[in-house]
Structure formats: C-alpha cells, structure tokens
C-alpha cells in the first residue's frame, strides 16, 4: 500500500530538524558565510541533538536514521543553511562505507568514537585531474608487509581541514584502473598527512573544503575496507546511499527560497497592489512550488528504495539531479522576484543562490547522474 504520511516518531524529528535550523542555524547563517570562521558552537550544539552522528547504528552509540529519517532532516538542516548542512551530512558520507563494508571491530574502533564526542570525517575521493573519471584516480597505496603505504592528494575534500578521520580511496594496483582501486581508513594523527589548501568558495561558505596531501603515510592493513581491488564499488555503493539526501538539500533550499519570495511579493506594492497579485508573478509561484514537491517526491521514493533494500542508482540519481536542478532554478528565480534587493548580501536570496550551485556539482556531477541514468532507461543495445 502506497503511503505518504509520516510516523510520530518522523514528524517529532522533522520538528525538531525545523526548530534546530530556524533557531540555531539561520540567525548564524550571514555571519558564517563570511568564511572566516567555522561554526563550531552550531556544531556543537548539533552534535547534542544527534546530527553530527545520526547515520551512525545504534549499536555503535549513533542515531541509527533510516534513509527516509536522513532525508527528512537533510531537507530541514538545508533550509537553515546549506553549508552547515554540508559539515553535518559529510560524517554521514565518510561513515558510510565503514557502515557498509567494515567489519565489527573497524566499525567500534572508528564509528564509536565519533558518536561519543563531537567529530567530524571526511570522505576522500577526488583528485586534481580526477573528479568525475574516478577511475583514474593517482593516489596510490603500496603494499608493504602488513602496511600500506599511501602517496598522493585529494582536492576539494569537504570537512577535510577539521576531520579527525578519513576514507581514502587510493590504487593499490595502478594496472588494473578502478579495478585496482581500494579504500582506507585513515585517522588525522597517522604521521604524512597533511592538510594543503584550504578553498575559498562561491558558496556554502560556512563549511570547510581543504586539500589533503599523503607523503608516506603508513595505515595497517587492517584498515583496509573490505578487500583490495573494491574501492570503486565502495564509493559508487556509497554514494547510492548519500546522494538523495543532496536532493533533499536542494528541496530545502529551494523551499527557502521560496518561502522568503512569497513573503516578499507580498508586501512590495508596485502601481498600487502587492506584486503577488500580478499573474505572472503568482503563475511563477506556483510553478515553484509544484517543482518542489516533485523533486521531494523524488527523493523520498529513492530513500524509500534504500530503507527496503532494492536496487536505486537510477532513482538515487534522478533525487539528486533533479533536487539540485530544482533549487538553483528556484533559486535563480526568486531572486529575480526581489529585483534589485535580491542581488544585496543585506538579504539571504544571494546566499540561497550561491549555495545551491555547490549541490549541482558534490557527490558526482549532474552531467555524471545524467549518464548513470540515461543507461539504466536505454539499456542495453545489441
């Protein structure tokens, strides 16, 4: 039977996701978006409600969210502030693979922690001159008696600047391509790993995106996830799980946005009347405002997917695509209602704007959803 509706347990916690963005999140957002400093008394303030660890099982002292549960928040945390958002959803996407391919003793020894004291990881991918061909990934890790030894760099590594923890993923077998590909479980302490660059960027400004260099950097091998050679299918499985939780960001963008536009046009008189009296004006409105409910419909149905265990890389990537797609679209557009006020950093529709953008492009780009799609619609062709 095809249900909509919510638990009493999923309403309460969507609440409470509400009341932590509008009363945590918002009042900070401008400030922190300044990018000079990182938000930590959010941050800890989210890890006492349970965000910073809530994909964490709860065997593990996490919160233990279902994929529906991570969506609900996801969109709720993203209205308030999507970079905020971002710092909280990252641990979720470095946990991720320790969730899925890690076993007992890797997940106490590395998840628990995390659910004890405020922490952060970051989930270590992209290359230079491998973003989205993560097949040809330069990192490498060298086995070398019971170790690996790691050499190379990540770029564009949310959470990077302030994790104590890493997944890395790295070739263990530069002959095979991604098939040589592995993943590693990296604290911050192991001696060659350094932190580089820390990035300035358009949006989502109060989290933290930094490079992260690798000279010699020994991890034992039972930090090895899984087994050697199934990196690609850890990150792709991952990604699965994460990426209709960034469509659910881009609903709550997207309904901000919304929802200040509407305030707005109703309180702007032009020749006489509020502008949200003028058709085209109220014609738009309404298109948005259908968009939005699409793309959550969209998302809830690939979390949904997850939660019942059935296959969902094409639903997953359709969420994500048209989630993000939708909030820089709205939010394009309702910056353009507000006119010139839409444009001055004297109000948050030009942050709403730049922050969306960053959802487009994280977690594989639109373009690369687009295929993963495409080739699940066509199939196969003889």
Request: one cysteine or more.
């Amino acid at each position: 039977m095809i249900s909509f509706s919510l638990t009493e347990e999923q309403e309460a916690l969507k609440a409470m996701a509400r009341e932590f963005a509008e009363k945590e999140m918002k009042p900070k957002a401008a400030k922190y978006d300044e990018g000079h400093e990182f938000p930590e008394d959010v941050m800890k303030k989210a890890f006492e409600v349970g965000f910073l660890a809530c994909k964490i099982p709860e065997k593990y002292g996490g919160g233990g969210l279902s994929d529906i549960d991570t969506v609900i928040v996801s969109e709720e945390l993203a209205a308030g502030c999507a970079g905020m958002y971002t710092t909280m959803m990252v641990n979720a996407l470095a946990y991720t693979p320790i969730i899925l391919f890690g076993t007992d003793e890797q997940k106490k020894k590395f998840l628990t922690p995390h659910a004890k004291k405020m922490s952060f990881a970051a989930f270590c991918l992209t290359e230079r001159e491998a973003g989205s061909d993560a097949g040809a990934l330069k990192t490498t890790a060298k086995k070398v008696g019971s170790e690996y030894v790691i050499n190379g760099s990540k770029c564009f590594i949310s959470n990077a600047g302030i994790a104590s923890l890493y997944v890395v993923f790295a070739n263990s077998n530069p002959n095979k391509g991604m098939r040589g590909l592995s993943a590693f479980i990296v604290p911050r302490e192991t001696p060659g790993l350094t932190i580089g660059k820390v990035e300035d960027k358009m949006g989502q400004r109060a989290s933290n995106t930094a490079e992260v260099i690798f000279e010699d950097v020994k991890v034992p091998e039972e930090n090895l996830l899984g087994k050697e050679g199934i990196g690609f299918i850890i990150a792709m499985k991952t990604l699965d799980k994460t990426r209709a939780p960034v469509g659910a960001a881009g609903v709550g963008v997207a309904r901000a946005a919304l929802q200040y536009a509407i305030e707005y046009a109703k309180t702007r008189i032009q020749f006489g009347k509020p502008i949200a009296l003028f058709q085209h004006i109220g014609f738009q409105i309404a298109q948005m405002a259908m968009e939005i409910n699409a793309a959550r419909h969209l998302v809830w149905h690939a979390a949904w997917l997850l939660d019942q265990g059935k296959p969902c890389g094409k639903e997953s990537a359709m969420a994500k695509t048209y989630g993000s797609d939708v909030a820089m679209r709205i939010t394009t557009e309702c910056l353009q209602i507000l006119g010139g006020y839409g444009y001055m950093k004297d109000y948050p529709m030009e942050k709403l704007m730049r922050d969306a953008k960053l959802l487009q492009i994280y977690e594989g780009t639109n373009e690369i959803q687009r295929m993963v799609i495409s080739r699940e619609v066509i199939g196969p062709i003889k």
